[in-house]
């Protein structure tokens, strides 16, 4: 599996007015696009830092995978996302190491991505998300 950069930091918010206070006025980071991802229930809003950005997810639903997360776990970082070469071959090679994977098949993601996560009982914890630019 090729890595090809830290693609983006994923982190739960409540609401994407709120949380992206932190990043605009403190940081001085701006939201360069906002989308809804109907599929996950998330709305998302990412802030270009370099080659990398911060996505803030405000879950559109209470039954959402990231109402969940913040229901558990409160807000804040949530997962990272790692920019692969070859989606498809990065998970063949996962499966083939018997990694446990929530996305043995990709699907799309914001930005029209492919993108599969591992389960964070693989990763020491932490939820691991792969992509590929479409």
């Known amino acids: 599996m090729k890595v090809l950069k830290i693609d983006h930091l994923g982190i739960a918010v409540n609401s994407m007015d709120e949380g992206s206070k932190f ?3 403190v940081m001085g980071i ?3 696009k906002t989308e809804t991802v109907e ?3 998330v709305t998302t809003g990412f802030f270009p830092v370099g080659d990398s950005e911060v ?3 405000e879950s559109t639903s209470p039954e959402g995978p990231v109402a969940k997360f913040i229901e558990k776990k409160g807000t804040g ?3 990272v996302a790692f920019m692969v ?3 498809d071959a990065a998970l063949e090679e996962l499966k083939a190491k018997e990694v ?3 996305d043995e098949i990709p699907r799309i993601g914001a930005g029209g991505k492919k993108i599969a996560f591992l389960h964070p009982k693989a990763t020491g914890g932490v939820l691991v998300e792969l992509c590929q630019e479409a």
């Open 23 to 25: 990043w605009t006025d």
């Open 30 to 32: 701006g939201c360069t």
């Open 39 to 41: 599929a996950q229930k």
């Open 55 to 57: 996505e803030l997810l």
């Open 77 to 79: 970082f949530q997962h």
């Open 85 to 87: 070469e070859d989606i």
């Open 100 to 102: 446990k994977l929530i």
